[in-house]
């Protein structure tokens, strides 16, 4: 089935350029003039959109004020949201971060960027709703799975393991998102060696899963592999991931920068850091992290 993206702007100039840029993504594009069309829309059809690309100014309201009340309805807090905007400070793409954007376009717009956002965008979209974990496994099962260095490979596996490992903590769905970062990141960035601008060029000629595969199979990667261990505290489990790569520089993703708001990627430790773990830690040379996951009243 195709995705469907919602794009509001006001602009018919603006309008023709996104329909035009995005028809290689093969999506069901809708529109909306003004937010209270918009708002109507996405209330009448539910979660009906993947994605939303929004215009910061708009005629009958802010942009921003319009994404803060998007986001704090249940309806659509989990709806990705792009950013449209000319005026490119720091404070106003911060404001945007903080508001719940996922990633920002600066116009006018360059085609290729915007759909390497865009398909990055309905990847992580789509990707949420796989991580639901899966319920009911036997609690025995899970528990089975702690102080044991469990392998993965591929981003396949990896996202299988977390989904797994998951089930484990109160709030899975949390910690299924912020547990795939981090063994994602250990696949492609430790493992395969892909630096955060090699991906970004990747994501740009929608040319990064088929490099995965490629480096996947060279030999000097191809016996290597990582492996996630969880262990209990009373009060805690704890999750430790590593690699076999040669590490990386990780504190400058530790947080959101609004440096990254127009790449599509860099942004996987600072949401797995701000969203599913009371503490996140990488060692040096950055190819071992530690995540915590407090367990309610002792569990």
């Known amino acids: 089935m195709k995705p469907r993206i919602l794009i509001i702007d006001d602009d018919f100039g603006s309008l023709c350029v996104l329909t035009e840029a995005l028809a290689p993504i093969d999506a069901h594009l809708a529109f909306a003039s ?3 069309v918009a708002l109507e829309m996405l209330t009448t059809e539910g979660d009906r959109y993947e994605l939303i690309l929004l215009e910061r100014c708009l005629p009958d309201s802010d942009g921003l004020e319009f994404l803060r009340l998007l986001k704090q309805d249940e309806r659509f807090a989990r709806t990705r949201v792009i950013m449209q905007t000319a005026n490119l400070t720091s404070n106003r793409v911060a404001e945007g971060f903080e508001a719940g954007a996922t990633y920002y376009v ?23 709703d796989s991580l639901r974990p899966r319920e009911r496994t036997a609690c025995a099962e899970l528990r089975n799975l702690e102080d044991v260095d469990l392998p993965f490979r591929t981003l396949t596996e990896a996202r299988e393991l977390a989904i797994l490992l998951s089930g484990l903590c109160p709030e899975p769905e949390r910690v299924a998102l912020g547990l795939t970062e ?11 060696a892909i630096s955060y601008a090699e991906k970004s060029e990747l994501c740009r000629t929608n040319a990064w ?6 480096r996947l199979a060279l030999p000097e990667y191809k016996l290597r592999c990582a492996y996630v261990r969880v262990s209990r505290s009373a009060d805690a489990l704890q999750f430790s991931i590593r690699d076999d790569g040669a590490g990386f520089w990780w504190k400058e993703f530790l947080e959101l920068d609004p440096a990254r708001a127009f790449s599509p990627n860099g942004r996987g430790i600072a ?19 530690f995540a915590r996951v407090p367990l309610e009243n002792g569990a």
């Open 34 to 36: 003004t937010l209270r």
């Open 106 to 128: 600066a116009k006018p717009i360059q085609p290729d960027l915007l759909r390497a956002l865009v398909r990055s965008a309905l990847s992580e979209a789509s990707d949420r």
């Open 271 to 289: 949401l797995a850091r701000e969203l599913a773990f009371s503490h996140l830690e990488y060692q040096a040379p950055g190819n071992v992290v």
């Open 182 to 192: 981090l063994m994602v990141n250990a696949v492609e960035h430790g493992n395969l």
């Open 209 to 214: 899963q088929s490099e995965i595969e490629r």
